[in-house]
C-alpha cells in the first residue's frame, strides 16, 4: 500500500505560479504510475496530468497543456506539479494519485491509492 501525502497549495493571483508535491511512503514508489487530478466545487473530479514510472513519459489535459509540468524524483519519493500562468478556473483542489497499473491514465477508477488533497485558489 502507499500512502500520498499533498503540499504546496495555497492562495495566488491570476498569472502566478505555485509547484505541488506528493510525498509518498509506503512500497517502492518508482513502481507507480502517478496522477494529478482536481476537483473544483459543485464538479466532478478531473485528470490534469500523469506520468510514467521512470518519469519519461507525460499526459496532460488539454485545459493545462502548455502551463503545467508534472515531474518526479523517485530518489526523493516525490512527485510535484509545476504550475504557471495560473488561471481562476484552476481553482480546486487537487490531488495526487497512484497506480501500479492503469490502462487509461485519465480515468479516476484506475488509481487505487490518492492522497488528501490541496487547495488551489487563484483570484482573479
Known amino acids: 500500500q502507499v500512502q500520498l501525502v499533498e503540499s504546496g497549495g495555497g492562495l495566488v493571483q491570476a498569472g502566478d505560479s505555485l509547484r505541488l508535491s506528493c510525498a509518498a511512503s509506503?512500497?517502492?514508489?518508482?513502481?507507480?504510475?502517478m496522477g494529478w487530478f482536481r476537483q473544483a466545487p459543485g464538479k466532478e473530479r478531473e485528470f490534469v496530468a500523469a506520468?510514467?514510472?521512470?518519469?519519461?513519459?507525460?499526459v496532460y489535459a488539454d485545459s493545462v497543456k502548455g502551463r503545467f509540468t508534472i515531474s518526479r524524483d523517485n530518489a526523493k519519493n516525490t512527485m510535484y506539479l509545476q504550475m504557471s500562468d495560473l488561471k481562476p478556473e484552476d481553482t480546486a483542489v487537487y490531488y495526487c494519485?497512484?497506480?501500479?497499473?492503469?490502462?487509461?491514465?485519465?480515468?479516476?477508477?484506475?488509481?487505487?491509492?490518492w492522497g488528501q488533497g490541496t487547495q488551489v485558489t487563484v483570484s482573479s
Open positions: 494519485a497512484a497506480a501500479r497499473s492503469v490502462a487509461v491514465v485519465h480515468e479516476i477508477t484506475g488509481y487505487a491509492y
Open positions: 506520468l510514467s514510472r521512470g518519469g519519461g513519459g507525460t
Open positions: 509506503g512500497r517502492t514508489f518508482s513502481n507507480y504510475v
